[in-house]
Nanobody, 127 residues
Framework: VQLQASGGGLVQPGGSLRLSCELPGFTSDYDTIGWFRQAPGKEREGISCISSGETDVRYRESVKGRFTMSRDSTKNTVYLEMNSLKLEDTAVYHC?????????????????????WGQGTLVTVSS
């Protein structure tokens, strides 16, 4: 599964960015879709995710009210709208999934569980 996030860049504190990730196949092929980030020298942090059967997106506490994940099934694309960005949001952001079926290795990235991800996109928040 090739997942490529895009839309990162340099933004000032308080600014906004929208990340995109086109999913191979159809969104219905995936049990879980979401985002995580990793800053240099730090562990991965789950940002947001939603699994089949869920109606609400799960968010990391520190991004609640600022970040919004959405998906466009007609474009097989998932988005992460990031507002009120803070310095501590600086990281490489990855979109990630778990498949609806198949044998995979799951990785816990609290509050989410993912099996696949690709190259991320760098978000730098700096004044």
């Amino acid at each position: 599964v090739q997942l490529q996030a895009s839309g990162g860049g340099l933004v000032q504190p308080g600014g906004s960015l929208r990340l995109s990730c086109e999913l191979p196949g159809f969104t219905s092929d995936y049990d879980t879709i979401g985002w995580f980030r990793q800053a240099p020298g730090k562990e991965r942090e789950g940002i947001s995710c939603i699994s089949s059967g869920e109606t609400d997106v799960r968010y990391r506490e520190s991004v609640k009210g600022r970040f919004t994940m959405s998906r466009d099934s007609t474009k097989n694309t998932v988005y992460l709208e990031m507002n009120s960005l803070k310095l501590e949001d600086t990281a490489v952001y990855h979109c990630a999934t778990t498949p609806m079926s198949g044998h995979v290795v799951y990785t816990l990235v609290e509050p989410c569980v993912f099996a696949s991800w690709g190259q991320g996109t760098l978000v730098t928040v700096s004044s």
